[in-house]
């Protein structure tokens, strides 16, 4: 079955400090791959997304993701964390094929940048 | 534009009983979602239709859940009878297509007693 792998579920880091969170993903066909954000109070967001072409793909306020197909992976980076970068982040992926189309997401990271 | 709008925000209910939630999508996406996402686990599709039809309900509890989207606009989810596990949030998504990036509401809290 498919299925989506969050490598931690709580990191926390100070202000500066580089971020890397790791997505790995079960799927052997097609696949677009999507970061969300969800901010405390607030509804998921969409981060930055991979369909096809550069793997190394930029998104809002200063994330970008690389999408490496040997690995499965779809890790999510920021060179520099700020406080309002705290949130819980969600890698996803669509699975599709044969009519069948899905987004299937991790359980998620959350994400606690202190001052 | 405006986003996806979803009712209510929390709901309390006794297990047994019935309830029922209500999305309104963006305005022209033709694919409409319901996830479930339990605390500590991301969504989870329950169902999703193209404009007023189903394409995927195959993680739909159909014993006891049943959702419509009559007219391919807004839809409705029930749960009947409700079961203590069912307690979760339950999030509506919209997208111009099933390719494209989905748009989420603010999601309603159940919690079942």
């Known amino acids: 079955a498919q299925s989506v792998s969050q490598h931690n579920h709580h990191v926390i880091l100070s202000e500066a400090a580089s971020l890397e969170l790791g997505c790995n993903y079960s799927y052997g066909g097609t696949v677009n791959l999507f970061w969300y954000v969800q901010y405390p109070g607030q509804h998921l967001q969409l981060l930055l997304k991979?369909?096809?072409?550069?793997?190394l793909v930029k998104g809002i306020k200063g994330f970008e993701a690389e999408f490496i197909k040997s690995k499965f992976s779809f890790n999510l980076r920021k060179p520099s964390v700020q406080w309002s970068d705290t949130a819980e982040y969600f890698c996803?992926?669509?699975?599709?094929?044969?009519?069948?189309?899905?987004?299937?997401f991790g359980a998620g990271t959350r994400l606690a940048v202190h001052p | 534009e405006a986003g996806v709008a979803q009712s209510p925000r929390y709901k309390i209910i006794e297990k047994r009983q019935s309830v029922a939630f209500w999305c309104n999508p963006i305005s022209g996406h033709a694919t409409l979602y319901w996830y479930q996402q339990i605390l500590g686990q991301g969504p989870k599709l329950l169902i999703q239709?193209?404009?007023?039809?189903?394409?995927?309900d195959s993680q739909l509890p159909k014993d006891r859940f049943s959702a419509e989207r009559l007219k391919g606009v807004d839809s409705t989810l029930k749960i009947q009878p409700a079961k203590l596990e069912d307690s979760a949030v339950y999030l509506c998504?919209?997208?111009?297509?099933?390719?494209?990036?989905?748009?989420f509401g603010d999601g309603t809290r159940l919690s079942i007693l």
């Open positions: 996803a992926v669509n699975v599709r094929g044969g009519g069948y189309n899905k987004l299937i």
């Open positions: 991979y369909f096809s072409g550069d793997p």
């Open positions: 239709f193209q404009n007023n039809g189903v394409v995927d």
């Open positions: 998504a919209s997208s111009l297509s099933r390719d494209q990036p989905q748009h």
